[in-house]
Nanobody, 128 residues
Framework: QLRLVESGGGLVQPGGSLRLSCAAS?????????????MTWFRQAPGKDREAVAC????????NYDDSVEGRFTISRDNAENTVHLQMNSLKPEDTAVYFC????????????????WGKGTLVTVSS
């Protein structure tokens, strides 16, 4: 069992930056190894489907990005701290959404149904 908690959302002007974090922990009495999980950041804008933004494999050696954020967002992880981050630069109004982190085993996937664990999300609003 894995518990995920996102933080770092907020209001930012277009062109600005934010850094999201997702902290992972095991439920009481459970043991987990964060490095076995593939971590993905999703986002969901009002009235739209949840979409994958960026993914990073367990060891951090492979990262994937949606075309809409390629070159602007960077996903990273610290397995010693059980955290995954999303550095978001050059933010645009269309980046406004609730951002979720999710975990699964094996490999990156863009399919929401493939995720095993979800956080509750953090709201990012890009507006002047």
């Amino acid at each position: 069992q894995l518990r995920l908690v996102e933080s770092g959302g907020g209001l930012v002007q277009p062109g600005g930056s934010l850094r999201l974090s997702c902290a992972a922990s095991g439920f009481t009495g459970s043991v987990f190894i964060f490095g076995v999980y593939v971590m993905t950041w999703f986002r969901q804008a009002p009235g739209k489907d949840r979409e994958a933004v960026a993914c990073i494999t367990g060891g951090g050696g492979v990262t994937n990005y949606d075309d809409s954020v390629e070159g602007r967002f960077t996903i990273s992880r610290d397995n010693a701290e059980n955290t995954v981050h999303l550095q978001m630069n050059s933010l645009k109004p269309e980046d406004t959404a609730v951002y979720f982190c999710a975990a699964r085993w094996l490999s990156c996937s863009k399919n929401v149904n493939d995720m095993n664990y979800w956080g509750k999300g953090t709201l990012v609003t890009v507006s002047s």
